[in-house]
């Protein structure tokens, strides 16, 4: 019989490697049995065999052999004379079996056949793709990147999925070339013109939570929980945790010895400071804690309005509010509170500042340690001081005391 050659139809089901063997061959069943009923208006005695090895397939027919003249359905029976001149050992009441061939069909209706295939894989790869990566969802993957645009990124894992990485989901300072590995999390999956699109991102909470969990094998292990995370990504976070077990302390465990855990994530947030913090249902003690590194003097509770207004000390108020008053809006996000800082000491008039560790991303960790060694913790105390001065003071290059010096006179500039 003339069979059709299906090797490139049957390629695609191999490359798509997520599609399994019985999905394949009812897909290709389903195609061909539609085709019967085009031709015979039924597929009933039709058994369709797909050789997926070989890349071919055959169609067997099956009629009941009976007298001459006593064929009343021509789909299901066949004539005693018409059997033998097939097969002349033939007797009334045995089954035939016969093998269609494919070119009967016409050109045209194997083309549609094979076009009809062609289409259900695509689906069933769309389908497969969208399954995988729903389930996915908020888990971290690291794909390749391929091309770079201005509002988006495109990558591919590593079967070869395009996935988008939008710019409202990187963080601010990423930067990154084709052929560079990076990791992002699944945020979502959405359908386009049928066709699903895979959303990563590297701002969402969900990001850091996954990255404290590789990082911390207590949280791995359900010992320490994170309750809640909030972020402005590239600049400052907070996480609070809980821990189920008494005898760890998890913001100790979450930060490692000398910071060995907190370290790694920072680095991959791109310098983002992360506050670890003790949950409390306590909520006057965690507005406390959610204005890490302030230390609060008093503070006045609106638990009906979830209002507070919490007084620090005049050399706090600038930890407290954090650069471009990132701090307080982050404890305030945590909190659900609204935060309204006051000195406590109205009488005196104080110059705004800020805590020379807020500049821990534009200027080098070991540079803002060398100015706290004379003193200087604050961008006004370096400021005060003459670029002679400083440099007499401490071990700092004047290049470097000079470049300072601009950071923090354009940050006041801003304020």
């Known amino acids: 019989m003339a069979s059709i050659n299906l090797i490139e139809a049957f390629q695609d089901f191999k490359d798509a490697e997520n599609i399994d063997r019985p999905t394949m061959m009812k897909v290709v069943e389903d195609v061909f049995k539609t085709l019967l009923r085009k031709k015979f208006t039924s597929d009933e005695n039709f058994d369709v065999i797909v050789n997926a090895e070989k890349g071919d397939l055959e169609i067997i027919r099956r009629r009941m052999i009976v007298e001459d003249g006593q064929v009343e359905d021509p789909l299901a029976q066949v004539a005693y004379s ?35 295939l062609a289409s259900r894989i695509s689906d069933l790869k769309k389908n497969v793709l969208a399954k995988k990566y729903g389930d996915r969802v908020g888990e971290i993957i690291s794909a390749e990147v391929y091309q770079v645009w201005k509002k988006e990124i495109l990558l591919l894992d590593e079967e070869g999925n395009e996935l988008i990485l939008p710019k409202s989901e990187q963080i601010p300072q990423d ?12 945020k979502k999956v959405d359908m386009k013109n049928n066709n699903p699109v895979i959303i990563l991102s590297r701002t969402s909470p969900e990001f850091l939570a996954k990255l404290l969990e590789i990082e911390v094998p207590e949280i791995f292990d359900g010992l320490i929980v994170i309750k809640k995370i909030v972020r402005d990504p590239g600049e400052r976070a907070k996480v609070a945790v809980e821990s189920y077990d008494d005898r760890i302390d998890p913001v100790g465990a979450c930060v490692g010895m000398k910071g060995s855990r907190i370290h790694g994530i920072v680095r991959e947030l791109k310098n983002e400071n992360i ?79 800020i805590n020379m560790d807020e500049f821990s991303d534009e200027i080098e960790k070991w540079v803002i340690d060398e100015f706290k060694r004379i003193g200087c913790d604050t961008g006004r105390s370096v400021l005060a001081l003459t670029p002679d001065e400083l440099e007499r003071r401490t071990d700092l290059e004047k290049e470097t005391i000079e470049e ?7 940050e006041f500039e801003q304020e």
């Open 175 to 186: 930067y990154f070339k084709k052929g560079e590995t990076i990791r992002a999390v699944v």
């Open 404 to 410: 300072v010096i601009k950071i923090l006179k354009e």
């Open 82 to 116: 018409d059997a033998i001149r097939i097969e002349p050992d033939f007797e009334v009441g045995e089954e035939l079996y016969e093998e269609i061939d494919l070119l009967d069909f016409g050109r045209r209706a194997i083309l549609a056949a094979k076009q009809t």
């Open 275 to 353: 506050d670890v913090i003790n949950w409390t249902s306590n909520i006057q003690l965690l507005i406390q804690r959610s204005l890490t590194p302030a230390k609060i003097t008093s503070m006045e509770l609106d638990q009906e309005n979830k209002q507070a207004n919490v007084y620090l000390k005049p050399d706090q108020v600038s930890l407290a509010i954090g650069r471009r008053g990132v701090n307080i809006k982050l404890a305030c996000e945590l909190t659900g509170f609204e935060i309204d800082v006051y000195r406590d000491n109205e009488g005196e008039e104080e110059e705004f500042d």
